[in-house]
């Protein structure tokens, strides 16, 4: 049964600073694994998807890794802004599906202190 | 941009009520999700809906849930009698294959 651990819960960092945001699944046959944000009581909205053939994605100060034979994903976001401050979810789809179900991580709280 | 709405954007209901969540899926998607969130939770996945008919559904989604396409643009989520562990946010989200899944804003549904 896959299982999805984000640590850590919450993160604090001055503005500026790199933010990494790890993920981590059990059953490395994934077909894709999405990064989503979340604000507090908003919608999911999608920042990267990286299949699972690639390494790595990458979307404007946004960066996505990918190590699938380890189960492990990293976000980094560059030069971090107190506007990036919000909850960050990974989500892992199965190996068998290209339009399944997704499952989440419980979330990375970040805030970004001015 | 395209973009899946939802309606409403918050429901309050008695126990025992029936609810129905409404969603318009991106227009050229095929494949449709329910999920919920219950506070402090992880987001969990409900029903997945492809060519009119249910793909995959967790174990959460008992007789009282059931979804429905009911013509070419909407897709809805229907509660039949609401318990109060039913209170969550439920996300829609749909995709084409292949691609990522696009979430909408969500419905907060409160069961008193």
């Known amino acids: 049964k896959q299982e999805v651990t984000q640590i850590p819960a919450a993160l604090s960092v001055p503005e500026g600073e790199n933010l990494v945001l790890n993920c981590s699944f059990t059953?490395?046959?994934?077909?894709?694994l999405q990064w989503f944000r979340q604000d507090p009581g908003k919608g999911l909205t999608s920042l990267l998807l990286i299949q699972s053939s690639q390494r790595e994605q990458t979307s404007g100060r946004l960066n996505a890794s990918l190590d699938k034979s380890s189960g492990r994903s990293t976000l980094y976001i560059a030069a971090s802004q107190p506007g990036d401050s919000a909850t960050y979810l990974c989500?892992?789809?199965?190996?068998?599906?290209?339009?399944?179900?997704?499952?989440f991580g419980a979330g990375t709280q970040v805030v970004v202190t001015p | 941009e395209p973009e899946v709405t939802q309606t409403p954007s918050h429901q309050v209901t008695q126990m025992g009520q029936e609810v129905i969540l409404r969603c318009v899926p991106i227009?050229?998607?095929?494949?449709f999700y329910w999920y919920r969130q219950i506070l402090g939770q992880k987001v969990e996945f409900l029903v997945s809906f492809y060519n009119n008919e249910i793909s995959e559904k967790s174990e959460i989604f008992d007789d009282q849930f059931s979804v429905e396409r009911p013509d070419g643009s909407n897709f809805t989520l229907k509660i039949r009698s609401t318990k109060l562990e039913d209170s969550a946010m439920y996300f829609c989200?749909?995709?084409?294959?292949?691609?990522?899944?696009?979430f909408g804003p969500g419905t907060r549904l409160t069961v008193l």
């Open positions: 989200a749909s995709t084409r294959a292949y691609n990522e899944q696009f």
């Open positions: 059953d490395s046959a994934i077909y894709n």
């Open positions: 989500a892992v789809r199965r190996g068998t599906d290209s339009w399944g179900k997704l499952q």
């Open positions: 227009s050229n998607h095929l494949y």
